[in-house]
């Protein structure tokens, strides 16, 4: 027994493997020219090997070209999705959504629909889960609602510019809670894009194409 140059007993197998290279068109192509050179002129390759690594490299160049058509196909459909994307732009979008925006004292469009029937508290809450206003509305029909806020907390101060929550407490004429819904309404002044996913910029708020369950033009 004996000891090799890479440290291992003979015999034994070396835990270290060499990392495997995918072979490709380059490569493929300069291995065969290099056996070509150098094959023996007594012994040349049998034309059926010839012929049969001839076939191989005929069927890597087609995997390389279904490889960029795929390629292309994808950046084809990237660039239509941009474009559709970039159509909402100016128009009116409605989201499922409960945020409020707040700017100078004038927040945007938002709304709650009502299975049925109820008598309806709503709570506004900042960024933190902190009760900021509680605001008895009422009986309210099923359908929806439009959320009436003055942009006030409890003590009647005007909140800061910024980004809040608005929940619903609706309990029915049996005393049950009463299924909603919250939705914002607003223009998409931009797209921006997330992991290679595109997302509708609604003020300060991102919204994804998937919660988009209504879209009008902006006649303002």
């Given at each position: ?162 980004v809040y929550f608005f929940e619903v407490d609706a309990v029915g004429e049996d005393g049950f ?44």
């Open positions: 027994m004996y000891i090799n140059e890479l440290g291992t007993t003979h015999g034994e197998t070396s835990p270290y493997t060499s990392p495997k290279k995918d072979l490709g068109r380059d490569e493929f192509l300069t291995l065969l020219i290099t056996q070509l050179k150098n094959q023996n002129p007594l012994s040349p390759m049998e034309s059926s090997d010839f012929t049969a690594q001839l076939a191989q490299f005929s069927s890597l160049e087609q995997l390389f070209g279904m490889n960029e058509t795929l390629a292309n196909i994808q950046d084809a459909l990237r660039s239509q999705e941009s474009g559709n994307v970039l159509d909402y732009i100016g128009k009116m979008v409605k989201t499922y959504d409960n945020t409020v925006f707040i700017k100078d004292g004038n927040m945007d469009s938002n709304v709650f629909t009502l299975e049925d029937g109820a008598e309806v508290t709503i709570f506004i809450y900042n960024t933190e889960g902190a009760e900021l206003r509680r605001i008895y509305a009422g009986w309210k029909e099923a359908g929806e609602h439009d959320l009436s806020w003055d942009g006030r907390d409890n003590s009647g101060n005007q909140v800061g510019n910024g809670i009463v299924p909603y819904n919250a939705y914002l309404t607003g223009e998409v002044t931009g797209v921006t894009y997330q992991n290679s996913i595109p997302y509708l910029m609604i003020g300060n708020k991102l919204v994804a194409l998937e919660n988009i369950i209504e879209i009008t033009k902006n006649n303002s």
